[in-house]
Nanobody, 122 residues
Framework: QVQLVESGGGLVQPGGSLRLSCAAS????????MGWYRQAPGKQRELVARITSGGSINYADPVKGRFTISRDNAKNTLYLQMNSLKPEDEAVYYC????????????????WGQGTQVTVSS
């Protein structure tokens, strides 16, 4: 069993910053791709940023230059540093990790965090 626990969301003024964290725990052999997604009211969930097991990173165009994804393998934790936040960044943010789990890591499973609300408002 694997759990992802997110933290770091909240209310911030336009132009402000937040740092999201996503800590994984449980039966983890290794990580494949990790990513952050967001879903605004009435909209589909969309990719924000993604990092592969090899360290390749890609960002959605609206967040390029403002958001930074990173990971701490020793802590099994994924981060999203969000700077210069805009009202259009307001959404529930979800982390997603593709994890090799089970005996000898025979299962590759995608797990989602519970979501954390980011509100950008003055």
């Amino acid at each position: 069993q694997v759990q992802l626990v997110e933290s770091g969301g909240g209310l911030v003024q336009p132009g402000g910053s937040l740092r999201l964290s996503c800590a994984a725990s449980g039966s983890i052999l290794s990580f494949n791709a990790m990513g952050w997604y967001r879903q605004a009211p009435g909209k589909q969930r969309e990719l924000v940023a993604r990092i592969t097991s090899g360290g390749s990173i890609n960002y959605a165009d609206p967040v390029k230059g403002r958001f930074t994804i990173s990971r701490d393998n020793a802590k099994n934790t994924l981060y999203l540093q969000m700077n210069s936040l805009k009202p259009e960044d307001e959404a529930v943010y979800y982390c997603r990790m593709i994890i090799a789990t089970g005996p000898k890591g025979i299962y590759t499973v995608a797990y989602w965090g519970q979501g954390t609300q980011v509100t950008v408002s003055s």
